[in-house]
């Protein structure tokens, strides 16, 4: 049985985090390139709200860059991105958990939520970690190898 409550929409005046809320956000994008415009607004708003989104950004990069360096086959190098964007994947998804969550409950405390939110912020503590046991294992032997040792 669905509710008859009205569904409180947000005020498009209204400020969260010094930006203007998107006025109709609820709706649906009519063409692809709104649905690209709506995932580069994703992108840009974890870039600069999380600041673990950064520093895994700015990681993924440098490891790229070692990588190259390195002249790792390509396959190695395939590896690297597929593990630095499973690492960002998962940091938006647990951004947009927590701000799902947050929309749902407000500032009460609820012990699902708490699960919620620490549930996925352990899925990106394990792609991190695996993230950079991967790294470990491509780049040290060809960087120890490079540096004579």
Same mark, same amino acid.
């Not at 990069?61 to 360096?69: D, I, P, T």
């Given at each position: 049985?669905t509710?008859?409550?009205?569904?409180?929409?947000?005020? =498009?005046?209204?400020?969260?985090?010094?930006?203007?809320?998107r006025?109709?956000?609820?709706?649906?994008?009519?063409?692809?390139?709104a649905s690209?415009?709506?995932? @580069?607004?994703?992108?840009?708003?974890?870039?600069?709200?999380?600041?673990?989104?950064?520093?895994h950004?700015?990681?993924?990069?440098?490891?790229?860059?070692?990588?190259?360096?390195?002249?790792?086959?390509t @396959?190695?190098l395939? $590896?690297l991105?597929?593990? $630095?964007?499973?690492?960002?994947?998962?940091?938006?998804?647990?951004?947009?958990?927590?701000?799902?969550?947050?929309? @749902?409950?407000g500032r009460?405390?609820?012990?699902?939520?708490?699960?919620?939110?620490?549930?996925? @912020?352990?899925?990106?503590?394990?792609a991190?970690?695996?993230?950079?046991?991967?790294?470990?294992?491509l780049?040290?032997? =060809?960087?120890?190898?490079?540096?004579?040792?």
């Open positions: 049985m509710s008859l409550l009205p569904i409180p929409q947000p005020d =498009p005046m209204s400020q969260r985090r010094g930006r203007r809320l006025a109709g956000a609820w709706k649906v994008a009519g063409d692809l390139p690209f415009r709506y995932a @580069a607004q994703g992108l840009a708003y974890g870039f600069a709200s999380q600041r673990n989104f950064r520093i950004v700015i990681t993924g990069a440098v490891v790229f860059g070692l990588g190259l360096w390195l002249q790792l086959p @396959a190695q395939a $590896v991105v597929l593990t $630095v964007a499973a690492v960002l994947v998962l940091e938006l998804l647990n951004t947009a958990t927590e701000a799902v969550v947050d929309l @749902a409950i009460q405390f609820h012990p699902l939520a708490r699960i919620a939110k620490d549930c996925a @912020a352990a899925a990106v503590l394990v991190a970690l695996s993230s950079l046991m991967i790294a470990l294992l780049l040290v032997p =060809p960087l120890l190898s490079r540096l004579g040792l």
